[in-house]
Nanobody, 124 residues
Framework: QLQASGGGLVQAGGSLRLSCAAS????????MAWFRQAPGKGREFVAG????????FYAQSVKGRFAISRDNAKNTVYLRMNSLGSEDSAIYYC???????????????????WGQGTLVTVSS
């Protein structure tokens, strides 16, 4: 089970750190990703990494501003978000899956487990 937290209201240009904690499983055994969904839009890949290679990769829209990381001791994955803009407002979800090939990382249907989502609202 995944539990996402850390969302909130932040001014444009500000920062937030989201957390995704797991219970009943070990996150280092999974491919991990963050997605987001804005009102009226589909679920969009934000950042992720494979369990076998922790080199992260990002959606172009967040590259250079967001950073995904994991703390194996805490069984938690993080998403650090800097220089937030109104376009970043969305519900953010963490997701876990297995044996996801690189080209499918952007496909939410490839993930087996999802957190409940945490709302990020950026005010301008």
């Amino acid at each position: 089970q995944l539990q996402a937290s850390g969302g909130g209201l932040v001014q444009a240009g500000g920062s937030l750190r989201l957390s995704c904690a797991a219970s009943g499983g070990t996150l280092r055994n999974y491919d991990m990703a963050w997605f987001r969904q804005a009102p009226g839009k589909g679920r969009e890949f934000v950042a992720g990494f494979r369990k076998t290679n922790s080199n992260p990769f990002y959606a172009q829209s967040v590259k250079g501003r967001f950073a995904i990381s994991r703390d194996n001791a805490k069984n938690t994955v993080y998403l650090r978000m800097n220089s937030l803009g109104s376009e970043d407002s969305a519900i953010y979800y963490c997701a876990a899956g297995s044996r996801i090939i690189l080209s499918e990382f952007y496909n939410p249907q490839r993930y087996d487990y999802w957190g409940q989502g945490t709302l990020v609202t950026v005010s301008s």
